[in-house]
């Protein structure tokens, strides 16, 4: 029998989510509640891969980042918000499919090899440096090792979370594709093994517009420059006027240069964010008035805090609608509906192994 398309996705709890989060997942997933059967998860067991060496705040960041899920729009009656640790079946069915995944699937894993060549890198610099070497080093300098079983097989994981839900439809960007394939090898290389259990996920390729931060490079929480949801009226206001224009105007008759180019290589913060929370007749009608130098940056900053105070002002108003215990219980009640369809796959999957 033919499923119908079930969406899944998750993110990692890093706490309060910017915009750079909204627009490049969040906002799809709002969409998405109101045309599938959704399962959107907080992948707690993902940061662990990374990050076991401090767990001090994941509870925490757990909490602020569904705050923010619910701030955004996600609404639990349309769709599941479950937290992936209050679901074992996750980590059962990693196990299992980690019996057919290969190793050098693992190990060929951009992201690990990325690491390791970070890790490469930083421990030829520390010998270069006459210096003796302890700890593995992440890129973030962190001294703890890496190289861990959990980390390269995070895939598996991955895989296990989207197939235990039967997710027909992945919400990704292009850059994620390659992440999804592991997991669209790991259901055939478990069907080729045991049956046509799962269907292989596909891609929902969903619009993932540039996002700059105040400075106008990558909006980043480690770069210090990150727009958040949750902004107050006047720390949205202080971040606005504080954004990176075009260094070579020094009036508001000189010509600007509001896109990036060789006189202004970032481009224009504020012009980016027009262009996500304006109209396109305005966004082209700014280009033009920024390149003529007919408005200043500060008239120019004023309108964008005019076009991103209604947004936020709704953001915060769901968020102060819920309480910490209101978190809980949104992720109490999703993890029932979780189990019960994740524990209904496992047992297709014992008795596909022959378990039972
Ligand atoms: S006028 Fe607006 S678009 Fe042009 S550089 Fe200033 S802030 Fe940017």
Known sequence: MERADIVFSGMRPTGRLHIGNYWGALKNWVDLQDRFPCFFCVADWHMLTTGYNDTSKLRENCREMVLDWLAAGLDPAKCVIFRQSDVSEHAELALMLGMVTPLAMLEHNPTWKEQLQELA??????????????????????????????????????????????????????????????????????????????????????????????????????????????????????????????????????????????????????????????????????????????????????????????????FRARRDSYRASDVEAVLAEGALKARAAAQKTMVAVRRAMRLR
């Open 121 to 314: 890198k930083t421990k030829a610099g520390m010998a270069a440096a006459g210096e003796s070497i302890r700890y593995e080093e992440n890129k973030q300098g962190a001294g703890y090792e890496l190289r861990t079983f959990g980390f390269l097989g995070y895939p598996v994981l991955q895989a296990a979370d989207i197939l235990l839900y039967h997710g027909t439809k992945v919400p990704v960007g292009r850059d994620q594709l390659p992440h999804l394939e592991l997991s669209r090898e790991i259901a055939r290389k478990f069907n080729n093994a045991f049956g046509p259990i799962f269907a292989e996920p596909q891609p929902l390729l969903t619009p993932t517009p540039k996002v700059p931060g105040a400075d106008a490079r990558k909006m980043s929480k480690s770069y210090g420059n990150a727009i958040d949801i949750g902004e107050t009226a006047a720390s949205l206001e202080a971040k606005v006027k504080g954004m990176y224009t075009d260094p070579t105007r020094k009036s508001a008759t000189d010509p600007g240069h509001p896109e990036p180019c060789p006189d202004n290589e970032r481009g224009c913060a504020v012009f980016a964010l027009h262009k996500l929370y304006a109209s396109e007749s305005f966004v082209r009608a700014r280009g033009a008035d920024c390149r003529a130098g007919k408005l200043g940056c500060m008239a120019c900053k004023k309108d964008l805090l005019c076009e991103m105070s209604g947004p936020f002002e709704v």
